[in-house]
């Protein structure tokens, strides 16, 4: 019914930067907040960064002024910008959608910061 695809991940230096991408297809009605989720082997999910309908952001503290997430609800998509990459960054991302009472997930996309 509904469709996340996540795309952007990769390889990067410290330092360097990524742009996630999460396109919704399907039957898309109400989109309500939408957000960004990681884990780490190991590691429990941890919430990144999340963004509501009316556009109000929220950060985990390790990613504040680093990180920044935005939406296009023309496209129904969800869009997480990473600046200054740390190893400790490294984790599969995962993008949610909050819609109709249920909560959607997409397949997850690697993300590698090396030293």
């Known amino acids: 019914q509904v469709q996340l695809v996540e795309s952007g991940g990769g390889l990067v230096q410290a330092g360097g930067s990524l742009r996630l991408s999460c396109a919704a297809s399907g039957s898309i009605y109400r989109l309500n907040t939408m957000g960004w989720y990681r884990q780490a082997p190991g590691k429990q999910r941890e919430l990144v960064a999340r963004i509501t309908k009316g556009g109000t952001t929220g950060y985990a503290d390790p990613v504040k002024g680093r990180f920044a997430i935005s939406r296009d609800d023309a496209k129904a998509t969800v869009y997480l910008d990473m600046a200054s990459l740390q190893p400790e960054d490294t984790a599969v991302y995962y993008c949610?959608?909050?819609?109709?009472?249920?909560?959607?997930w997409g397949q997850g996309t690697q993300v590698t910061v090396s030293s």
């Open positions: 949610n959608l909050e819609m109709m009472a249920r909560a959607y």
